[in-house]
């Protein structure tokens, strides 16, 4: 028997390439044995614990313990002694080739993540010194019969680790004699990562193995530095409640009968919304995870009263996310302790009831496993009805989708690229298993919010393209604010009929953004070719074609004399036809167009993913469709995408809009949508003015519309480089003009290329400017336009003798002057103030503190020139709220000579 011991454990060394197999043993002993004077690292043949009465055993132990004791390399424990596990010791090679030997920390770990004992690993440092963790173990079947050929047994594993990440393991499956035996190599990992993963592990058992019980008797788990974890017997893994019995030709079970239940009479109606029939909670979910299994596990927490993640907002019925915070955790945690005797008392050892001599269960607030199981029970009954419901899984959401695309697309004359559609389809709802019950919820803003496979945002395409909502509530209500996530997964539902009604919809959205007529006007500089009747207009690295039209109507419902016929790319063969960029143009006008880069698939990055998508739903798990000149559609969206685009987004009250350098306009002026700009379009709805393949100095405008504060987002890439200004709470009135202007090379080389000059009573006059770099603030507005400086003397006699020159400064309300930095006072952007001779006080009586600081005379006169009206600028910078901000001011004054 022990002889048998012995040989395992020479297999388990081999496969863990602890000994190399084609070395006689005598080999090995004696070159190992070939110096006590210092260790030999190869071959290296470290201890496993063997039988003592095996010669084997006493050389190994003999000269291992005589090397260790004698380095002091391990002090008061005798690696070999019968009660200290081998597991518990960890082998190291050290720099100079020695060994030593050092415990293992043994840390308490449970094969369930809502146990106490493990919730999180921690790491101190870069350093990795903790071994992979066993969470779950399993394998079927736990029953087999050789006799009647070769077996095959399937053994699933979950394993992690805190930092460097699993690398490799196995385990030996023992016959009953121990003449057998079976290995399986972990490696094969079906999800997860290295910290946390799904291992499948596939071990065959050949005809006629041995029969009887077989099991686990040992296991390893390393990690990529070496950290290693053994379960040296079969027990280890019974204490963590896995399974580790095999049977092999006992016969097959005779299964118990099982009484027929009384079936359930299935639900009248839905009582669970927007989520798919096919979904069950696999994944564990703790706070801040952001997965669509938060919100469906919000719907299922909403369903009851007691669980309720919130009464309103985000989270709220109606207005679930996909965010873990604090009020889905402590719903977890009331949800936990409702059904405490299924989930937490069978994981944590305690106790549901009062006194019983363990301690009260408390829930966890984290999803793991037992949680899970809950969750799936309660939304069984619902996904077992899909039939009287209609419920169409996930292949079957597909095909419909597919089928109404086909039947439908005709709704759009001229728009007959079908894959084009799937392939926006794809970037809209792929990632969330076209479910059509899904509502994307911005938690900032709980009126953004997109609905179905179709993302509709907008209320009034709800109903648009399905027939309307009269005589349809559940219609109706989608289009409110209010709980019109569940009210729209009712209209969108995961059936025939809520599939084909989002289809139609998105279709009728998508034929509105269809518009684009291509009609302006060319500009002064365009060249007219004789030959082929044609205005050819550079813009940039682009040319485009227009012919002329005695009367062409655009979009905007305007009069222009030419039309565009297609865009040249210079010095390239690149094409594009103006009827295949009213296509790309609508496809990129249906997504909304924001200026967010952060986004992988927002802004121009949009047509990207669009034409990577024509790619992707060629494959079975999508829809299996080839579309024709699918080459040719790729090249003209990433021809789009890859020129140079404009994209501007106003926050209102205002009108907005863009002039180009010959006076053509985008934007709303006087309540009008204009799109004057070359391929430039507006977006009312979300009050964005974007410009294609943009080749102008540009000056945009601000015409207020009230009295309030208004946001500007200017994004303009370029190649790589990702160019944007942003103006934000900017006051504004009824009568105020703001026109900025922007010099983009600016910004690279560190300086302020933004101008703002404001007109404050529409008179046509701009009174004030503002200097700023890629980021303007309400703070840095206000300290330019309301600081007040008065100049002393208001007559300057340019021959007076006289030594100083005075100015007072006075800041708006909120900022301190004692913060202003002396040094940096300029006046008329030459002139520095004197840092000595200033004073602080009201000096004009107003409750105001003012700054006096005073300018050496002669050079003040000297950038002055005599006149009724000479402007005094004076410039700085004070310290406030932990950053140095610029102010101005300015006074008029009389110079004489």
Same mark, same amino acid.
């Given at each position: ?194 910290? $946390? ?89 703790? %706070? ?59 994981? %944590? ?20 496993? +037992? ?19 209609? %419920? ?10 597919? $089928? ?118 060319? +500009? ?31 979009? $905007? ?236 003397? $208001? ?103």
């Amino acid at each position: 028997m022990k002889t048998k011991l012995f040989k395992i454990s020479l297999i388990i060394l081999m496969m863990l390439g602890l000994v190399i197999p084609n070395l006689p043993l005598d080999q090995a002993k004696s070159k190992v044995l070939a110096s006590e004077n210092e260790i030999v690292q190869e071959p290296l043949l470290k201890p496993f614990p063997m039988f003592q009465d095996n010669p084997d055993y006493w050389w190994q132990h003999e000269f291992f313990t005589h090397q260790i004791r004698e380095k002091n390399q391990i002090q008061g424990i005798d690696p070999f002694s019968p009660n200290l596990l081998w597991n518990s010791l960890q082998p190291e090679i050290g720099p100079d080739g020695t060994v030593r030997f050092k415990p293992n920390e043994v840390k308490p770990f449970s094969s369930n993540p809502e146990s106490s004992s493990i919730s999180t690993f921690e790491s101190s440092g870069t350093e990795d010194l903790e071994a992979p963790q066993l969470l779950e173990f399993n394998f079927n079947p736990k029953n087999i019969d050789t006799n009647t050929g070769p077996q095959t047994v399937t053994f699933t594993l979950r394993i992690t680790d805190n930092l460097s990440g699993f690398e490799h393991g196995g385990f030996v499956l023992i016959s009953p004699s121990w003449q057998q035996s079976r290995y399986g190599g972990i490696y094969n990992r079906i999800s997860g990562n290295a910290l $946390d993963g799904i291992y499948q592990v596939s071990v065959e058992f050949p005809q006629y193995s041995e029969a009887g019980t077989w099991y686990v008797n040992w296991m390893y788990l390393a990690d990529k530095v070496g950290n290693t974890r053994y379960f040296s017997y079969e027990q280890d893994l019974i204490d963590l409640g896995f399974p580790t019995k095999l049977k092999n030709g006992l016969g097959l079970p005779t299964p118990t009968p099982t009484p027929t239940p009384t079936p359930t009479p299935p639900p009248k109606e839905r009582t669970l919304y927007g989520i798919p029939v096919e979904f069950t909670f696999k994944n564990n979910l703790t %706070l801040e995870s952001a997965l669509k299994d938060v919100r469906y596990l919000q719907i299922v927490l909403n369903s009851d009263l007691d669980t309720r993640v919130a009464a309103s907002g985000p989270g709220a019925p109606g207005s679930e996310t996909t965010f873990f915070g604090d009020l889905t955790k402590n719903a977890v945690i009331r949800f936990q302790e409702k059904y405490c005797k299924q989930i937490l008392e069978p994981v %944590l050892n305690c106790s549901c009831e009062e006194n019983t001599g363990k301690e009260k269960c408390k829930g966890t607030g984290i999803v793991g496993s +037992s949680t899970r199981t809950k969750l799936n029970d309660l939304i069984e009954p619902l996904l077992a009805n899909k039939e009287q419901f209609k %419920l169409l899984n996930e292949p079957e959401r597909r095909s419909a989708i597919f $089928d109404y695309v086909s039947t439908n697309i005709s709704s759009i004359p001229g728009f007959d690229e079908e894959g084009l559609i799937l392939a926006m389809i794809i970037n809209e709802i792929g990632g969330y298993n076209f479910n059509n019950e899904w509502i994307r919820i911005n938690p900032a803003n709980l009126e953004d919010y997109g609905r179905g496979i179709m993302q509709i945002t907008t209320d009034k395409y709800v109903g648009a393209g399905s027939g309307g909502c009269d005589g349809n509530q559940n219609c109706k209500d989608c289009k409110k604010k209010e709980n019109a996530n569940y009210q729209c997964c009712k209209y969108y539902s995961n059936t025939f009929s809520g599939v084909e009604a989002n289809i139609k919809d998105g279709l009728y959205a998508l034929k509105d953004k269809y518009v684009n007529k291509g009609c302006y006007n060319a +500009s002064k500089s365009a060249e007219w070719d004789n030959t082929e009747q044609l205005w050819r207009e550079e813009i940039g690295n682009e040319i485009l074609i227009y012919s002329r039209k005695e009367k062409c109507v655009g979009s $905007d419902g305007k009069s222009y004399t030419n039309k565009i016929e297609k865009i040249e790319k210079k010095e390239s063969h690149i094409e594009l036809s103006f009827s295949d960029f009213k296509i790309i143009d609508a496809i990129w006008r249906y997504n909304g167009r924001l200026p967010d880069y952060a986004k992988e698939c927002q802004g121009n990055n949009y047509l990207g993913c669009v034409a990577d998508n024509l790619d992707e739903i060629e494959k079975e798990k999508y829809f299996g469709y080839t579309m024709p000149e699918k080459e040719r559609w790729q090249k003209e969206l990433y021809f789009v995408k890859e020129n140079s685009s404009q994209m501007i987004r106003f926050m209102s009250p205002g009108e907005f809009r863009v002039y180009d350098s010959q006076e053509r306009a985008t934007g709303l002026i006087n309540g009008e949508i204009r799109e004057g700009v070359p391929l430039s379009s507006y977006d009312r709805e979300n009050n964005i003015v974007i410009i294609p393949f943009s080749y102008d100095s540009y000056r945009y405008e601000v015409a207020g519309t009230d009295v309030g504060s208004y946001g500007l987002k200017i994004v303009f890439p370029e190649g790589e480089i990702l160019n944007s200004f942003t103006a934000v709470d900017i006051p504004t009135t009824a009568s105020t003009t703001h026109q900025y202007t922007i010099d983009w090379d600016a910004f690279p080389e560190g300086e302020k290329g933004v101008t703002l000059q404001i007109d404050a009573d529409g008179d046509g006059v701009f009174e004030k400017a503002v200097i700023a770099d890629n980021d303007l603030t309400y703070d840095e507005f206000i300290l330019q336009t309301e600081t007040i400086i008065d100049f002393d003397p $208001d007559t300057l006699n340019l021959e007076s003798k006289g030594e100083f020159a005075t100015v007072y400064i006075e800041l708006p309300a909120g900022f301190d002057v004692n913060q202003i930095d002396i040094s940096g006072i300029i006046l008329n952007d030459s002139v520095p103030a004197l840092t000595k001779a200033t004073e602080i006080n009201d000096f004009d009586e107003d409750g105001k503190t003012d700054l006096m600081v005073k300018f050496e005379r002669n050079k003040v006169q000297g950038v002055l020139n005599s006149g009724e009206r000479v402007p005094i600028i004076v410039t700085g910078k004070v310290f406030h709220n932990g950053s140095n901000l610029d102010f101005k001011g300015d006074d008029i004054i009389k110079v004489m000579k």
